[in-house]
């Protein structure tokens, strides 16, 4: 690769990520060993990927960015902040409103990333000639070992990245290319003796340091996870309905960070601290327009009202059952089965006894049944 001493290609790259709104550009080879493929297999093997089986499936393409793509010869590693106005735990104090995490309350970041992702690599190639591959969380691409290998930050005890710069508060973006670029340094990892993030965690989703399982984690449980939440997470789950910032909002390295300066990164007012009551009145067409261009709309309006309702159980708030009361009859079995278990919390024995009585012999799908029995 020829560059002149007055514009390095590095450097033209870095200016046009900046240009085009990304907080962090740095680059890495892909060359050497990948060290991350040890830790998912061991991830893998431990089952601690639950339900997610395209984790599994994906492995081998997992195992080294190279198997995504033989030809590539390096990685720009992207950061943009979506570091929040407000302390995100705060709204935990609030039971009757809705805890969304806060990567989810603005436009989904997988489009805001992928179409600045997409300008620059258009921009790579009219620039440089150069073929180009771009990634956004939803390809089996490691970024968080690459951008810590790019020096973008480090993988925090939590397993995310932090950054100097802007906490744990960075949305990553990647592009493979066939350029051979000089490599930053590496981050150093420098949590020290701190495990504040380990320690928050609402239902101890770490075996360890630097470990996950996922199957104990509420963004899996709220997010991924199917059918009902199991049992011994629903109390822990308290009003949190979609994710968990809990391990990102406590870590120390969030003093350094700035507020997001872009409104597509901001959360929308109405998905702050939105009320439970309101969420749980959801129908389809109401809960897509709702969650226009948020990723919340992913899981779709019978996932989330399941988790509405289990936040309406721990709000032990009475004048929230009559919600979960007008859900006993809803189309989804899902949302049947949490409007039990939130009727369970809210009512006295005598009162859920006699709504059991009316209700159990209409009732034919074996996960509302179990509901009921339990």
């Not at 990102?248 to 872009?262: D, Q, R, S, Y």
């Not at 897509?288 to 948020?294: A, H, I, N, W, Y």
């Not at 779709?300 to 721990?314: E, K, P, Q, S």
């Not at 005598?350 to 159990?360: D, S, Y």
């Amino acid at each position: 690769m020829t560059t002149s001493t007055s514009e390095r290609t590095e450097d033209l790259i870095r200016a046009e990520a900046q240009t085009l709104g990304f907080d962090l550009c740095r680059f890495t080879a892909i060359e050497a060993e990948w060290i991350a493929s040890q830790r998912l297999a061991e991830f893998i093997d431990a089952g601690r990927h639950g339900e997610m089986a395209w984790i599994a499936e994906t492995q081998e393409r997992r195992s080294n960015p190279k198997a995504m793509w033989p030809d590539a010869r390096s990685a720009i590693m992207l950061g943009m902040n979506y570091g929040p106005d407000h302390d995100p735990l705060a709204v935990l104090a609030r039971p009757a409103c809705g805890a969304i995490s806060v990567y989810a309350q603005g436009d989904d970041y997988h489009d805001v990333v992928k179409t600045r992702l997409k300008a620059l690599a258009r921009w790579l190639g009219a620039r440089f000639g150069a073929e180009v591959k771009v990634f956004v969380d939803t390809a089996p691409l490691l970024e968080k070992p690459l951008a810590e290998q790019a020096g973008l930050g480090w993988q925090g005890k939590h397993t995310n990245l932090v950054s100097r710069e802007f906490g744990s508060w960075l949305f990553l973006g990647s592009i493979l290319t066939t350029l051979e670029l000089e490599a930053d340094a590496p981050s150093a990892t420098t949590c020290g003796v701190c495990h504040a993030c380990l320690d928050i965690c609402p239902t101890q989703a770490f075996p360890a340091p630097f470990q996950l399982d996922a199957r104990r984690c509420i963004s899996y449980l709220t997010i991924e996870l199917k059918g009902p939440i199991p049992r011994e997470f629903r109390k822990a789950l308290g009003n949190r309905i979609y994710g968990c910032d809990d391990c990102l909002a406590v870590c120390p390295w969030n003093k350094f960070a700035v507020v997001a300066n872009e409104q597509k990164l901001r959360a929308r007012t109405a998905l702050h601290a939105p009320s439970l009551g309101q969420l749980a009145r959801l129908d389809d067409a109401a809960f897509r327009q709702l969650f226009t261009k948020s990723p919340v709309k992913r899981i779709g309006r019978d996932r989330f009202v399941r988790n509405v309702l289990y936040a309406i159980g721990n709000s032990r708030d009475p004048a929230l059952a009559k919600e979960a009361l007008a859900l006993l009859d809803d189309a989804s079995a899902v949302v049947r089965s949490a409007a039990v278990w939130a009727l369970s919390q809210l009512l006295d024995d005598a009162a859920f006894a006699e709504l059991k009585r009316r209700h159990l012999a209409n009732e034919h799908e074996p996960l509302v049944l179990a509901e009921w029995a339990s």
